[in-house]
DNA sequence: TAGATTGTTAATCGATTAACAATC
DNA sequence: TAGATTGTTAATCGATTAACAATC
């Protein structure tokens, strides 16, 4: 019901479904019960028919002359995205950014429940990340046994990435956010995504004016 | 010489050089001194025409017959996105995000050069970060009128980012890596590139199969 | 020279946007 | 009803990939 019928939905509305659900919560807290797709171009710079036709991979959500509800928009763009319901979420790599994320303040209001965190480095496993402790990796696949999680982030070293995700696979997981700059090669039914900071600076320093 | 003719480089293009940079160290280090784009794409996953048009962008790059000089082709990306040189960059936001992203290994060896952390928080202005020393927000732009910094980090919660825009903005700040998950508001001549980690989970839930 | 591989053109594919009939 | 706005089709735009002449 909430799917596409043929399941071919475009990445970018993906992402941008994640944006809107983040303006529909601000328009429910500001009491506003009705916007139109007019009105979506005019606050988020997206063009109106790019939203319209991305809600329309998966149904009908307004009303011809009126708009679209918010609180009903918002609660099927949640569904279709799956953040209407806790996921588990585990962590590899207890580091500087692997920590940081895991206190990153966003994840329980979206439903995103962490619920682990691995690390290889003995003198790291057993001490605290939060209210979590860190875990050894090499009881990744036991531990998730138990836990079912199937989301990961894997925020490890370049050379260490690979390994962590053949574990992550074997772990049961299916989809994986990889903050290491390497391309990972999993089997085809695992979901990954790439989160690359000196990627994101690189593009930003080539549209650097080149005269001062 | 190293820019492209009309200035329509596809952003896809940029991101791709990125990747390509990386895999060029890689290669150097481990002695290897040509490589054609059918290597490329066997290593990468980034088809092989693919590769040849990114860089027809910007010129011509290999020997046909024999393929690329993997030292020539590496010093020449770099060139292009200007990562050949040291550029100065400063972080607003000194939360758990923004420290650990003034932490992150590969900055320096890419010439990211981290020159100054701010924060409005008064209890933090002062303490120090990794080698730096937190400055109060409201001197950034006294500040940046010495140190000349081009490129910002913008770590801070959705609330203040717009106004922090502004500021940096009025600095002199001319490109912007977000990770406050809003749209920032800004002057056409300003490039901004955003980051967001809820979204990129939020994707990553669309695709956990229903089924379990 | 023969084989390999480039740079580029043309074909394909996919995403964005404009236009408008349907409808609240 | 008249005005507004949706959902969807068709047109446009842009990026990816295949094909191949040029050339090392």
Same mark, same amino acid.
């Given at each position: 019901?909430? +799917? ?204 650097? +004016?080149?005269?001062?």
């Amino acid at each position: 019901m909430y +799917s596409s019928q043929n399941g071919k939905v475009p990445v970018p509305t993906l992402e941008r479904l994640a944006t809107y659900l983040r303006y529909l919560i601000d328009l429910e807290q500001s009491q506003i019960e009705t916007i139109s797709s007019a009105e979506v171009e005019r606050q988020t710079g997206i063009n109106a028919a790019q939203f319209r036709k991305d809600l329309s991979y998966f149904g009908e959500f307004g009303k011809p002359g009126v708009g679209y509800n918010v609180v009903d928009l918002q609660n099927r763009i949640a569904r279709i995205l799956k953040v209407d319901r806790e996921q588990k979420v585990i962590l590899v790599g207890a580091g500087n950014l692997g920590s940081a994320l895991v206190g990153y303040p966003g994840l329980k209001e979206h439903r995103f429940n962490l619920v682990a965190v691995f690390d290889n480095n003995v003198s790291k496993i057993g001490r605290p990340v939060w209210d979590l402790e860190i875990q050894d990796i090499t009881t990744l696949a036991e531990v998730n046994t138990t836990l079912q999680a199937r989301m990961a982030i894997l925020a490890v070293p370049a050379n260490a990435a690979q390994k962590v995700a053949d574990m992550l696979v074997e772990a049961g997981i299916t989809t994986i956010l990889n903050f290491a700059p390497i391309i990972l090669r999993v089997p085809r039914s695992i979901y990954v995504r790439n989160v690359s900071f000196l990627q994101e600076l690189a593009v930003l320093s080539y549209h650097l +004016s080149t005269k001062p």
